[in-house]
């Protein structure tokens, strides 16, 4: 349809800093001023992508939803993180507490947001490798090339976890034609909060002409903390008058201001070698460091950006990645072999002074003389529970993949082929604490164990320890071929085979050093709560009975070590199938069948569980029309796609039911250890329509808009499973999302600079839910209830001035310093106590930026 067709992706093409005014033509993401005006008489310029994997092609021969922003749109929007550009691409949403630790779903297909061994529903890439995982790791986009974002189940090219889309971060590559360098500079400062700082810079040197060059790319960053901690009290003390026996307890050693301050730094490094015309080699390493003092989550019941925090819940990560592509072609076949290498270390720290109150709330209903959730020293009335803890999560993420594919684009066919592999292994371990009175080791909790079983248990405040090791083999193979029936008919078919192999080590002690079975009790009651202590004490016998008339005792089976060892495989194939019609050289119809899926596996059961211990691959079916068009001569673009998805027995993760007292519900199993399971939660739809225009009323004004409206419900739901009716609303899945771009360039002649520019943007995101489970606040005291997260408005404004080489503006964001709600998150069950932990959008800023480039 367009100017710009499929091409070899050897070309080169070298990093041009001229106005790219179709930077994000399906998204309304766009180039702002440019260092040398282009001629905007030629109309909209469109931006080339690769997301096809057969080379560079338009963005509007793109038959599928796809919005993109390249280089400029980057830099111009002001575009450093997950969360800043989620807001100018409406099929995507985002939730996080912190860099690094957020989630992205398109197109409303979202499911638990607290999931621990649940699979992402959307992938994201670094360049070849898919690094998706449960928390996203945020690229800082820092000289990048391209964020593509593909709406859609996208599951023949990309695989597992592309299921409702993949979000590809392509970083830009050593040029060996052209010496260039800049720095780029901004500071920031607020009303609510602390400055920001960021700096980066980079160097592209041709080591020898037309064939060797290495860039260099490094940034550090700071961005100011916006949230107090003020002093208060806890929670339990608060609302339900469950005081220490020595009054109150205050945080008063974790008060401050600003508190949640986030350093960043990193870099990268590429080597790449054009051994002749037909081949090229890659080699390249990037490096990212995230550390946050604190979460960017705030209580509104405490105030407006205050929180009572006993302690900051940090968050440390720190991953690398290797790279080694090789591109080359066999006449008029195209090569590729992506090799690449990505490790991740990280540790979050999180305030569970509500979560440990809660459960010490047990201790209400039972006898102390068993009940480990009594944190209160031994030998004080357990009657008052008022404990004040923290959790440790330590991770490792290690993932090695490889891929080959074969390409060839002609007249009549065009295709690709290709096979991956992936090594993908997850390790953590997860503490949890309490540090008052001593701890927990001179807790009620644990003088119990040490009268039931006449041991001395380890030293430690430790109340619970697990740890999980799962290691995922995938082995895939892709195609797709395109046929050209006519000069404007066109057909494209693809189908993916994939096969998954998992294999799973957990184990849970409670507490820590009293491991619990991993099996079926063994006992001859039936149920059991707490399982048995390994080498270092004997099991307790039993069964007995407990006040509440429940049978319980340890397993005694000699076998049992306390450890699930799970093993899985599956396999499936996706499929694509779409019709693309050129009614004109500027306007392109198309008709889209597509699926994505996430892989099955096995449960880290412990005990008898309720729900079954394996679940199956979830399918996301797609239909999707769509339209892409020019007109006025290239100075109008509009696109529009309506779609209609069936997501089929998706994966939810819930706390398996088999843990409700025997008392309160004698269905069976029950009585058995909490633990959370994913399982096939029934089915549910989402469909929508997107829209986006662009246009250039005049040579100095460009407007761009985007929409996306969404209507999700649950359509059949899991018997077994409750408060998730058929009905309900899908979370992050707001009905309206849009965003709305203006800016206005004219000539000056001061200071050196020979443009101005002006530059509004605009969004909005409607309302939504937090999570799938209909659990309302207002039918009483409940620990996670689903929690409506309003709709807000952003907008920011920015004033440059432009020379041949450099840039000079100044900006203010949220200018209506809305707080966006992010997420409210339930996890630690604050809604009990009356209080919130929400994360919101950074509050107003305001700031100069400063760019320079050398070539």
């Known amino acids: 349809m367009s100017k710009v067709k499929e091409s070899d992706s050897l070309q080169f093409k070298g990093i041009s800093y001229s106005t790219t005014l179709g930077a994000a033509v399906a998204a309304a993401a766009g180039a702002g001023p440019a260092l040398a005006q282009d001629d905007r008489s030629i109309g909209i310029e469109e931006i080339t992508v690769t997301a096809s994997k057969r080379g560079a092609m338009s963005i509007q021969d793109f038959a599928g939803s796809i919005q993109a922003f390249d280089t400029e749109a980057i830099r111009n929007q002001n575009l450093f993180n997950m969360e800043d550009y989620t807001k100018v691409t409406p099929s995507l949403s985002y939730f996080g507490n912190a860099t690094g630790q957020g989630k992205i779903y398109f197109r409303g297909i979202a499911d638990a947001p607290d999931s621990f061994i649940a699979a992402a529903s959307a992938a994201v890439y670094i360049d070849e490798q898919p690094v998706t995982q449960g928390a996203q790791p945020d690229v800082r986009l820092v000289d990048i090339e391209r964020v593509e974002a593909l709406s859609g189940p996208q599951g023949t090219l990309y695989g597992s976890s592309s299921q409702s889309g993949t979000l590809r971060i392509v970083t830009n590559k050593p040029d060996p034609t052209k010496f260039e360098s800049f720095v780029d500079a901004s500071l920031k400062g607020m009303s609510e909060g602390d400055t920001s700082y960021d700096i980066s810079a980079m160097v592209n040197i041709p080591l020898s002409e037309n064939q060797l060059a290495l860039r260099l790319v490094g940034f550090s960053a700071s961005e100011g903390g916006f949230v ?48 002749n015309d037909d081949w090229s080699v890659l080699a390249s390493i990037a490096h990212q460091k995230v550390d946050a003092d604190a979460e960017n989550t705030y209580d ?86 008022d404990p004040i803890g923290f959790l440790v999560n330590d991770q490792e993420n290690i993932s090695f993949s490889q891929e080959f594919r074969l390409s060839y684009t002609g007249d009549k066919i065009s295709w690709v ?187 880290r059961s412990r005990g008898n569980p309720r729900l079954p211990r394996a679940y199956t691959a979830d399918f996301l079916t797609n239909y999707e029309i769509g339209l892409k068009s020019q007109w006025a001569d290239g100075r109008v673009q509009i696109n529009a796609v309506a779609f209609f998805q069936d997501w089929e027995d998706y994966q939810l993760e819930v706390v398996d039911p088999s843990n409700v007292p025997c008392s309160e519900d004698p269905t069976p199993p029950c009585g058995q250890p909490w633990q959370k399971v994913v399982t096939n939660a029934g089915n549910a739809s989402s469909d929508g329509i997107e829209i986006a225009f662009e ?101 920011s404004v920015k004033f440059g001035l432009v020379g041949d080489n450099w840039e000079a503006n100044i900006f203010l964001n949220n200018i209506g310093d809305e707080r966006g709600q992010l997420y409210h998150d339930v996890t630690d069950f604050e809604p009990f106590f009356g209080h919130q932990r929400t994360s919101v959008i950074r509050p107003q800023e305001y700031g100069v930026r400063f760019f320079r480039r050398w070539e």
């Open 228 to 275: 107090d901690n003020v002093l208060g009290t806890t929670a339990s003390c608060e609302s339900e008058f469950r005081c220490d026996v020595n009054g109150a307890q205050l945080n008063t050693s974790a008060v401050e201001e600003d508190w949640n301050e986030t350093s960043l730094s990193g870099g990268r490094a590429g080597l790449k070698w054009f051994i």
């Open 300 to 385: 509104p019941t405490v105030g407006d950006l205050q929180t009572i925090n006993f302690f900051p819940d940090t968050f440390d990560d720190d991953w690398t990645q290797y790279a080694l592509t090789i591109e080359g072609s066999f006449g008029n076949l195209n090569f590729m072999s992506a090799t690449s290498y990505f490790e991740r270390e990280s540790q979050y720290v999180q305030d569970t002074t509500a979560y440990a109150a809660y459960f010490g709330s047990f201790c209400y209903e039972g006898t102390a003389s068993y009940n480990i959730y009594c944190f209160q020293p031994a030998g004080v009335n357990y009657a008052y529970s």
């Open 417 to 603: 082929t290709g096979v991956f592999w992936e090594d993908r292994d997850e390790e953590w371990v997860f503490d949890t604490f309490t540090t008052n009175n001593g701890g927990y080791s001179e807790s009620q909790g644990w003088e119990n164990w040490d009268t039931y079983w006449n041991v001395s248990p380890p030293e430690t405040d430790a109340w619970w320890r697990s740890s999980d090791d799962t290691n995922w083999r995938t082995t895939a193979v892709f195609g797709e071929a395109t046929f050209q029936w006519t000069d404007r008919l066109s057909v494209t078919a693809g189908a993916r085979w994939f096969e998954v192999d998992q294999k799973k080590d957990y184990f849970v002690e409670l507490p820590q050093g009293r491991r619990t079975p991993a099996t079926v009790y063994l006992n001859g009651s039936g149920v059991d709560k707490h399982g048995c202590l390994l080498t270092d004490a004997p099991c307790q016998g039993g069964p007995f009975v407990d006040a509440e008339g429940e049978t319980t005792g340890d397993s005694d089976n000699p076998d049992d070590d306390g450890v699930s060892r799970l093993d899985s495989k599956d396999d499936d194939t996706a499929l694509k199938l779409s019709v693309q019609y050129d009614i004109s050289d500027d306007k392109m119809i198309y008709a889209l069948f597509s699926e994505g899926y996430r892989a099955g596996g096995n449960n």
């Open 695 to 795: 246009a250039l009323p005049t040579d100095r004004l460009t407007l761009r808009g985007n929409m996306t409206f969404l209507d999700t419900e649950i359509t059949a739901e899991n018997p077994i499973i409750e408060d998730v009716p058929v009905g309900a609303k899908l979370p992050f899945a707001p009905e309206f999302k849009g965003s709305f771009y203006a800016q206005y360039n004219w000539p000056v002649t001061m200071v050196g600079a020979s443009e101005a520019f002006f530059q509004f943007q605009y969004s909005h995101v409607g309302d939504s839910v937090n999570q799938v489970q209909v659990i309302p606040a207002e039918t009483g005291v409940v620990n996670a209830p689903q929690i409506t997260m309003e709709a807000w408005d952003y907008a």
